[in-house]
């Protein structure tokens, strides 16, 4: 059942999503909301028996599984909202006007319309969330789209169990046929982004596997948006003055952060740039735990046993925590640079490790922070320890809003609220796309691309804009 | 003056440009009007004697150019209003929520800010709108970004000439050095992409040249957006109904659009499927000027005259007006086939000539409109010439929607209004970007992407995602 899908098996299901997309698409918008809505209670009502399955695959527990499956579900009923509602089709309508400055403007009417079937290769460290029915399908989906996701090898149980929930919950709502599939394999993925059937392709993991998809998606003769979240490292600026007045609760909230989940989160703090005037260090061993944390699987484990001892071998790099290999994983492990060797070799010091690993960075002039700022890559989120009336604050912030999706003041980045405003992204190798967020509403955007309709007749254009306004969304008229 | 600019001037240039971005990102959005104002007002001041250097290089004649500069003086002015209103911005506010279904909501306030230095490839046949101060640069600029153009061959003289108005007009303003710049050559061209310190490409051009393009800037390191409008032939379906209630007036007016500025518009119809019982063809002998058209320069001539013998001499495809070759250019030409023959072999017969030629495609049953809507690769625009009780209009326009960014009913492709509705793109090999468009106010989107911040003082915020609202933009609460 989770055998490697034949090239034979994807092209039929990729035909199916070709022919499911006409019905889809041309759907309103709205009446995919009901989709949406019994994929979530179906997953609602089979959570005792998906929880148990992904606990035995990724040794997540019980606790974050079932926070993991509410979560899901709400992302699907969140768009389901989001096509009732009808705002994310960015209708405008440009009336006739013989006397536009630059020549007599005719009717134009523009609204976003969905791509084409979309693949969507799942994640490692969230079975749910960013698995087979995760914000990646219920936004594709509700945009219009069908999907046919790559299941990861590290939950293939939990895979096929969750897509026949979801293929049930389609079939019980009359959706088109092939609007939903499943693959497997590595070679059933790779053949899957390059096939023309495909118009857009979705993914959360590894920058390695998401620049290999990246590159085969755009070499194609058709090039098609692949939407890739990567890696990030997520440093966290804790300025003097916070430093000072705070250390000591900043440290244990540190520690809480990067080692939640067992450090695997693509939001896990894996840089902490401390002044080292605060003598910050000694506080560490008391306070980073010694429990093992199981990791999701062997290869993680072992890929991140080996991350951590080329970084702690680094040149300029000493352990303030050393972690051991007990079952049913690692314990933590903490390590130390100054901002200086940071800056001398930000290539080899600011890189992702996925794990209960992390980075202190000791900087003697607050003004580095600053300069590792403008030295840093691209990331899902920058933090900022800080107080009120730090006069670097301003420029701190600004330097960061340059190369982070998300900025924080005094919060940690693990915990990605699902919300209209979030902005999970940022510019590579965060993402591959640095305009499009994986979480949050806006996430449809990824799967939509403008059509301007120009004089055509009411009855023709699409009902989201006609003058009537039979669906009743927002109209932005000019 | 127009040499090609060497790699160490190009180094300079760019560094410039990154200095220019700190300042220039971080001025509010409506103060970065005054520079576009100011950069219109300049090229009105300056029209003479540019549209004189143009009309030398390019042979566009004096009507058309002192209109295309007024079109690139409006398009300027139009995104100073933008950046002045700051709806752009999309400032999004989720205040924070205990009650939020997944957890406690922190306060997330969302907003749009600048990708950084942008390199702008100017186009052959928009000597003004498409080129040194056209569009790219407008939404560039507009959106935060210092620009770095690459001129094009074709009108060196005129880029100059451009760039120097622009860089007075900027000085008088007071705007950062660097922040704009132009360079030379193929070379500077394909290095300014492939350098670090630019953040997007935009270019309008050949299928050719930006696909070269769009690899390099996906192949770097950190690969870049790179929105590149490439080709299109606009393939214009005729039902049968209109051909018969209106065929002698869609025969004139297709020939006045594909004939129109010799055929040199991107927009130009390059396909008519027409019912063979029409008898259409006859007309053509009449209305098809034969005066010679000019064309932009003698590397388009020559690939023009290739093209057409090409697409002449292809297998089913028959004369039926003969273009000569006269000075200042080409008379143009009309080549015809049938729908099987085009469905047979799309690939063929498909494809954009760029110049004063097209063809006419004669089919037996209307069903076959929609074979070839299915058929045919991504689009700028598709028309419809139809009748408003024509039965199979629906599906066509549907059809045609999922291929073309603009779809038109009884008008004609050729004139791209500027307006906030407008859509100038569409699925490859369109653009490169398919969610964006090159002409109209949502281009400024293209050089943009989110920032989330997440529990930050008000006095940390951009003046945008404030309580106080200083801008006054409109703001998006949740």
Known sequence: MTDATPPEALALKLDAATAAFEQWSWLQPADRAPALDAIAAALEEAAPKLVAIADEETSLGEARLNGELARTVFQLRLFADVVRRGEYLGAKIDRADPAWPTGPRPDLRRVLEPLGPVVVFSASNFPFAFSVAG???ASA???GCPVVVKAHSGHPRLSAATAEVVDLALRSVGAPEGLFDIVYGT??????????????GAFTGSIEAGRTLFDLAGSRPEPIPFFGELGSVNPVFVT?????RRGSAIVSEFVGSFTLGSGQFCTKPGILLVPAA????DQFPGTVPDAPLALLNDRIRTSYASAVRELGETAGVRVVVQGGDALPGPTPTLLCTTSAELLASPETLVREVFGPASLVVEYTHESELLEVARAIDGQLTATVQGEDDDTIAPE???LLAAKAGRVLWNQWPTGVSVTPAQQHGGPYPATTAPATTSVGTEAIGRFLRPVAYQNVPQHL????LRDTNPLGVPQHAS
Chains 1, 2 share one sequence.
Do not use: C, Q, Y
């Open 461 to 464: 254009l699409p009902p989201a």
């Open 187 to 200: 070679e059933a993925g790779r053949a899957a982004i390059v096939d023309h059937r495909v118009k857009a």
């Open 141 to 143: 989906l509700a945009s």
């Open 278 to 281: 605060a003598e910050l260090l």
């Open 135 to 137: 914000g990646d399908t």
């Open 240 to 244: 003097e003055a916070a430093a000072e």
């Open 396 to 398: 701190l912030i600004r």
